[in-house]
C-alpha cells in the first residue's frame, strides 16, 4: 500500500560491525532499515528519500520505498513491454497496420538495451523481432497467440531473441532524455545509418508513442515522455507534384496503350479505367464485383465501392491469405461510397464483362491464374504502356510513374472542371482537409475564376432595382 505517512530516525552507529551505519525509516506501521559501511553513503540515501517525500512521492509500506523506486524494481523491459502492446493491439487492427507495427517495434527495439556484448547480426535481430517476437498466430482453437509459443525458432533467431530478452533496457528508463532520443533517432534512419523518409519516419513515430501511452495506461510511467525532449519528426510535404501527373490526352493514350499489352492488358484497360474515370483506389478496384456497378446502356452510371482488398502477406492477416479485405480508408467498416461515372467508362466496362464475363464470386478483374489481381501484375502492364507512350527523357522522370497516378489524373480533372471540392472529396473517399493537403495548388488555381464569378454577382446585384 502507498501511503504519504513517512517518518525518518537519526542514523544511528553500531560499533563492531561492518556496516556500522544504519537508516532508519517508518512508512506507514511498517519499520525500514538499511546499514551501510560509511557514515556518508547513509547520509545520501536519507537525503534520497527525503527529496522523494518533499516531491510528494508516496512510499510503499512493504518495501519502504518511495513509488518512483517501486516502479522502477518492477518495471518489465522495453522488449517485454513491446510484445505485451502487439498482443493488446493485434485482434483490434487491419493487417497492413500489423505489419507496420512489428516493423515500427523492430526498428526501436534494438536501440533500447544495456550494451551491444554478444550482439547477433543487425539484419538477424531485425528478422528475429519482426517476423518472429512481435508476430501473432492462430493455435488450432483459433486463438491469438504468440509466434514463439507455438514454434520453434532457428537456432539463430533463438540467439537473437534470447539476446535482446537479457539485454533489454526497463520501460522506465526511456523517462529519461538520452535513452528516448536514442530511440527516436533509431526511428530516422534505415538499416545502412541513412535517413529514412519522412514518411516513413511519420507511420513509425506514432507506433512508438502509442506503446509508450500504452504504459502509462499500465502504470509503467507516469506520463508519456515524448515531450521532454526538443524533437520533432521530419516536414512531410503531402502536396502532389502536378508536373508528373498525367494529363487526359495523356491519360487517355496509356489506357490505349494498356489494352495493347496483349491479353492481360485487354482485360485490364477497365481496370485502369475505373481508376481514372471514378478515381478509384487500385485496392478498391480489386473487389468491384458486378453488383456493385449499374451500367445503363445510354447515360452515366454508377459504381459502388465497399470495401478496399490489398496483398499484406500471409502472416499478417485472419484468414492466413496474402490479401487483407476491410472497410474503405477511414471509414467505418460497413461504410459504401458511391460515384458515378461518365458514360465512356460505362461502355469500358460493359465491353470488359461482354469479352471476360466474371469470376465466380462476381468479381471483374481476375489475375492471370484467376485470382486476385496482383499489384505487380498491374504495375508490370501500366510500366509497359508508359514505356510506349512516353518519350525516353519521360519515362526516366516520375511521370504517371504508378497507376495511382491514373487516380490523381482523375481527381485533379474533376476539380479543374469546376466539380465542387466537397463533392470531389466524397467522390475520392477522401476528407476535406486531405483534399486541400493534396490538391491545394488546383483548388487555389480557381480562386481567381470564383472571384471572377462572386465580382459579376456583386455588380448584378449594385445593377438591379431595389
Known amino acids: 500500500m502507498l501511503t504519504y505517512d513517512v517518518k525518518f530516525w537519526a542514523i544511528r552507529q553500531r560499533d563492531g560491525r561492518a556496516k556500522p551505519y544504519q ?6 506501521p511498517e519499520e525500514h532499515s538499511k546499514s551501510y559501511r560509511l557514515k556518508s553513503q547513509a547520509e545520501g540515501r536519507l537525503a534520497e528519500l527525503m527529496a522523494a517525500l518533499r516531491n510528494r512521492e508516496p512510499f510503499d509500506t512493504v518495501t519502504g520505498l518511495p513509488d518512483s523506486e517501486l516502479r522502477a524494481l518492477n518495471s518489465p523491459t522495453w522488449y517485454a513491454h513491446a510484445r505485451d502492446y502487439v498482443e493488446m493491439k493485434w485482434p483490434t487492427v487491419s493487417a497492413k497496420h500489423r505489419a507496420s507495427i512489428a516493423e515500427s517495434l523492430a526498428t526501436v527495439t534494438p536501440t533500447l538495451v544495456k550494451d551491444e556484448r554478444g550482439a547477433p547480426t543487425a539484419h538477424a535481430l531485425r528478422t528475429a523481432l519482426y517476423a518472429w517476437a ?15 509459443d507455438l514454434e520453434t525458432p532457428p537456432e539463430h533467431i533463438a540467439h537473437a531473441l534470447d539476446w535482446i530478452a537479457r539485454k533489454s533496457l526497463q520501460v522506465t528508463d526511456l523517462d529519461t532524455p538520452v535513452v528516448l532520443r536514442s530511440a527516436l533517432r533509431a526511428l530516422s534512419l534505415k538499416m545502412d545509418g541513412t535517413p529514412a523518409a519522412p514518411n516513413t519516419v511519420n507511420r513509425k513515430i506514432p ?17 508519456v515522455p515524448l515531450g521532454k525532449i526538443d524533437w520533432s519528426a521530419p516536414e512531410v510535404d503531402d502536396e502532389i507534384d502536378f508536373r508528373y ?19 492481360r492488358g485487354r482485360h485490364l484497360r477497365a481496370f485502369f479505367g475505373c481508376i481514372y474515370y471514378a478515381g478509384a483506389r487500385p485496392a478498391e478496384v480489386v473487389s468491384l464485383a458486378l453488383p456493385d456497378c449499374t451500367l445503363p446502356d445510354e447515360g452515366w452510371g454508377e459504381l459502388v465501392f465497399a470495401k478496399s482488398t490489398a496483398r499484406i502477406g500471409s502472416a499478417w492477416t485472419n484468414t492466413g491469405e496474402s490479401f487483407d479485405s476491410r472497410g474503405l480508408k477511414r471509414r467505418a467498416r460497413n461504410a459504401t461510397r458511391t460515384v458515378p461515372i461518365p458514360p465512356i467508362l460505362v461502355r469500358m466496362l460493359r465491353r470488359h464483362i461482354e469479352e471476360f464475363g466474371t469470376a465466380p464470386d462476381g468479381r471483374l478483374f481476375r489475375a492471370a491464374r484467376g485470382g486476385l489481381v496482383l499489384t505487380k ?6 510500366t509497359a504502356a508508359r514505356r510506349v507512350v512516353l ?33 470531389v472529396a466524397r467522390r475520392a473517399g477522401h476528407s476535406i482537409a486531405v483534399l486541400h ?4 495548388k488546383i483548388i487555389n488555381g480557381h480562386r481567381h475564376e470564383d472571384n471572377a464569378r462572386l465580382e459579376r454577382a456583386l455588380t448584378d446585384d449594385i445593377r438591379s432595382p431595389i
Do not use: C, M
Request: hydrophobic share 40%; aromatic share 12%; no cysteine.
Open 23 to 28: 537508516l532508519r525509516w517508518v512508512v506507514g
Open 134 to 148: 512481435f508476430r501473432l498466430v492462430k493455435d488450432e482453437d483459433g486463438r491469438w497467440q504468440r509466434r514463439t
Open 207 to 223: 507506433v512508438f508513442s502509442n506503446a509508450l501511452r500504452y504504459a502509462v495506461e499500465l502504470d509503467r510511467l507516469d506520463a
Open 245 to 263: 501527373v498525367p494529363g487526359p490526352q495523356l491519360t487517355r493514350q496509356l489506357l490505349e496503350a494498356v489494352a495493347d499489352q496483349g491479353a
Open 377 to 382: 501484375e498491374y504495375g508490370e502492364i501500366w
Open 391 to 423: 518519350t525516353s527523357h519521360q519515362f526516366d522522370t516520375p511521370l504517371a510513374e504508378t497507376a495511382y497516378s491514373a487516380r490523381r489524373a482523375g481527381i485533379s480533372l474533376w476539380l479543374k472542371s469546376g466539380v465542387a471540392p466537397a463533392e
Open 437 to 440: 493537403r493534396f490538391y491545394n
